[in-house]
């Protein structure tokens, strides 16, 4: 089981950049499938991009070419390099782990992409 917490929201202008970062505690973090998860309220939570634990990388269309995720299973991080932010991208964005059927997720952190 993993603990997850998130930091590095804000709000941004449209154009700009962010990097959110995940801080993870407990075992067995490299056998774990991670990544960043979004939502808006009144909307389903959708994924941003996932890592698995054999490194295979997905992202959302919406974001591919604009957002980078990294996990350092040495020091337990997962990041999400968030460029060129679009009004569209604000949501609040949760930072997620899977090992087999187990789910687990950050709190959250909230990004506002705002002129």
């Known amino acids: 089981q993993v603990q997850l917490v998130e930091s590095g929201g804000g709000m941004v202008q449209p154009g700009g950049s962010l990097t959110l970062s995940c801080a993870a505690s407990?075992?067995?973090?490299?056998?774990?499938?991670v990544g960043w998860y979004r939502q808006v309220p009144g909307k389903e939570r959708e994924l941003v991009a996932e890592i698995t634990n054999t490194w295979r990388e997905k992202y959302a269309e919406s974001v591919k070419g604009r957002f980078t995720a990294f996990r350092d299973d040495a020091q337990k991080t997962i990041d999400l390099q968030m460029k060129n932010l679009k009004p569209e991208d604000t949501a609040d964005y949760y930072c997620w782990a899977r090992l087999r059927d187990k789910e687990f997720w950050g709190q959250g952190t909230r990004v506002t992409v705002t002129l």
């Open positions: 407990g075992s067995m973090f490299g056998f774990h499938d």
